[in-house]
């Protein structure tokens, strides 16, 4: 059985391309309580050099994503808001299978996204 993890794909649908250099923060959630796993950026193909959660830290339970969409927009040319239409995009889903592989992507423009689990 092959052991399980987290991975993503971040692409920017109003541009075509991948969203690189985009911050992405991983939580394990625990009733209140949000504890930071990891924090990484996209490569130039907008996803992480290495799965968000690797196989020794991968555990069933609940999580949240958080793409930080509005910095990255800021820097890739979108006319800025103030505030910002989209920023911090937080994604929360739960692991059942600790033997699965999970892919979270994100399909990103500035006034709307959309996402639904990989493969």
Do not use: C, Q, W
Not at 45 to 62: Q, S, V, W, Y
Not at 69 to 81: H, I, M, N, R, V
Not at 93 to 115: E, K, M, Q, R
């Amino acid at each position: 059985m092959a052991e399980g993890y987290l991975t993503t794909h971040v692409l920017d649908t109003a541009k075509g391309i991948p969203a690189a250099g985009l911050e992405i923060v991983l939580y394990r959630l625990e009733g209140d309580v949000h504890d930071e796993l990891a924090r990484m950026v996209t490569n130039a193909d907008g996803r992480t050099d290495a799965p968000i959660l690797p196989k020794e830290h991968f555990l069933p339970g609940a999580y949240e994503l958080e793409f930080h969409a509005g910095a990255y927009l800021d820097a890739s040319g979108t006319p800025p808001e103030s505030p910002r239409f989209l920023d911090v995009i937080p994604l929360r889903f739960g692991i059942s299978d600790d033997s699965a592989h999970y892919h979270v992507p994100l399909l990103l423009s500035p006034f709307g996204y959309s996402t639904y689990r990989g493969s």
